[in-house]
T-cell receptor
């Protein structure tokens, strides 16, 4: 059974600091891995999606890496800002169908707080 | 990007009543939608897969007679929590995968927070 773990559960950093969020999964046979951002009481915003054949993806100050063989992914946030404060979720998809991905298995998330 | 809406965003109801939550894909068609539930400090857990024109498939431990799913059109899926009880209080969120794009992804609705008194 696939399990997704995120470390740390919570993180507080001063503004401007670079930081790394960690995600691990137990079954390396994934279709893709996705990082989301969730603001309090709200839905999810997709940040980065890494296909199983890829090693990393970048978007602005965000960089996500994937090491499928070791079952790990990291989300690197450069020059953090107070607006980055949110819960960051890692999720893996085990299969795709008809060209689209199937359901996602989520970690519990890392709650990030960036202090001004 | 693609947009998925949910209605209502908040609902408070008495124990024993039924609550219907709508999930709509606004600018694309979704033959499949997923319903997730998130309890406080827990991860999002898949409840069921909603299939347009056919029965939904439920995850282990989710009662299909309690959580009724109807996917009547390519843009609308509904989740009805029947005879809701306080333990059903949770954050319910739907998602819809897109297809035909270079990088398929899954778009999430804003979620519905249910409180059963």
């Amino acid at each position: 059974k696939q399990e997704v773990t995120q470390i740390p559960a919570a993180l507080s950093v001063p503004e401007g600091e670079n930081l790394v969020l960690n995600c691990s999964f137990t079954d390396s046979a994934i279709y893709n891995l996705q990082w989301f951002r969730q603001d309090p009481g709200k839905g999810l915003t997709s940040l980065l999606l890494i296909q199983s054949s890829q090693r990393e993806q970048t978007s602005g100050r965000l960089n996500a890496s994937l090491d499928k063989s070791s079952g790990r992914s990291t989300l690197y946030i450069a020059a953090s800002q107070p607006g980055d404060s949110a819960t960051y979720l890692c999720a893996v998809s085990l299969w795709g169908y008809g060209g689209s991905q199937g359901n996602l298995i989520f970690g519990k998330g890392t709650k990030l707080s960036v202090k001004p | 990007g693609a947009v998925v809406s949910q209605h209502p965003s908040w609902v408070i109801c008495k124990s024993g009543t039924s609550v219907k939550i709508e999930c709509r894909s606004l600018d694309f068609q979704a033959t499949t939608m997923f319903w997730y539930r998130q309890f406080p400090k827990q991860s999002l857990m898949l409840m069921a897969t909603s299939n347009e024109g056919s029965k939904a498939t439920y995850e282990q431990g989710v009662e299909k007679d309690k959580f009724l799913i109807n996917h009547a059109s390519l843009t609308l899926s509904t989740l009805t929590v029947t005879s809701a009880h306080p333990e059903d209080s949770s954050f319910y969120i739907c998602s819809a995968p897109t297809s035909g794009r270079a990088v398929e992804t899954q778009y999430f609705g804003p979620g519905t927070r249910l409180l059963v008194l």
